[in-house]
């Protein structure tokens, strides 16, 4: 086989001019603004009350903290006993009390908290868009130094 140069035509494009203030077809509806929550179903590896941050580990839910078990990937939206199953909601809109509407919420020691830790790691949970319904949104870590 031997190489070939190849010459590619292109032709001028079409351009259309549209006048200031013309307006276009209407699009379809958007989906709605808050929707449905992503949620996992696993056993408690200990006691875990509602609005715990948790981790997974051997397939369990344990509490997580802006420490040494940083590794949050859910909140618990259904309390459960040690063994028991437990509900977390890993993205979207989860239902807890006592929120702080229009507040971002962080991990903090073993709870979730409007008020980023001084030390460890820095993790965004999500915001409040109401008192009862926090809209997790789980970010990267950050280590402070």
Same mark, same amino acid.
């Given at each position: 086989?031997? @190489?070939?140069?190849?010459?590619? !035509? /292109?032709?001028? #494009?079409t351009v259309t001019v549209?006048?200031?203030?013309?307006? &276009? #077809?209407t699009g379809p509806q958007g989906p709605a603004g808050v929707s449905g929550a992503a949620v996992l179903v696993l056993e408690a590896g200990e006691d875990l009350a /509602? &609005?715990?941050?948790?981790? !997974?580990?051997?397939?369990?839910?344990? /509490?997580?903290? *802006?420490?040494?078990?940083?590794r949050v990937i859910a909140v618990v939206t259904t309390a459960a %006993?040690? &063994? %028991? *199953?437990?509900?977390?909601?890993?993205?979207?809109? @989860?239902? %807890?009390?006592?929120?702080? @509407?229009?507040s971002p919420y962080f991990l903090g020691a073993g709870i979730i908290t409007t008020t #980023?830790?001084? *030390?460890?790691?820095?993790?965004? %949970?999500?915001?409040?868009?109401?008192d009862s319904t926090l809209l997790l949104n789980i970010e990267e870590p950050i280590l402070l130094a």
């Amino acid at each position: 086989m031997s @190489a070939r140069d190849i010459t590619l !035509v /292109v032709d001028q #494009p079409t351009v259309t001019v549209i006048t200031e203030g013309q307006q &276009g #077809p209407t699009g379809p509806q958007g989906p709605a603004g808050v929707s449905g929550a992503a949620v996992l179903v696993l056993e408690a590896g200990e006691d875990l009350a /509602v &609005g715990d941050p948790v981790r !997974v580990s051997t397939n369990k839910f344990y /509490v997580a903290d *802006s420490t040494t078990n940083f590794r949050v990937i859910a909140v618990v939206t259904t309390a459960a %006993l040690t &063994g %028991l *199953s437990a509900t977390a909601t890993l993205m979207g809109p @989860a239902t %807890l009390s006592g929120l702080s @509407a229009g507040s971002p919420y962080f991990l903090g020691a073993g709870i979730i908290t409007t008020t #980023p830790p001084a *030390s460890g790691y820095v993790i965004r %949970l999500g915001q409040a868009v109401s008192d009862s319904t926090l809209l997790l949104n789980i970010e990267e870590p950050i280590l402070l130094a």
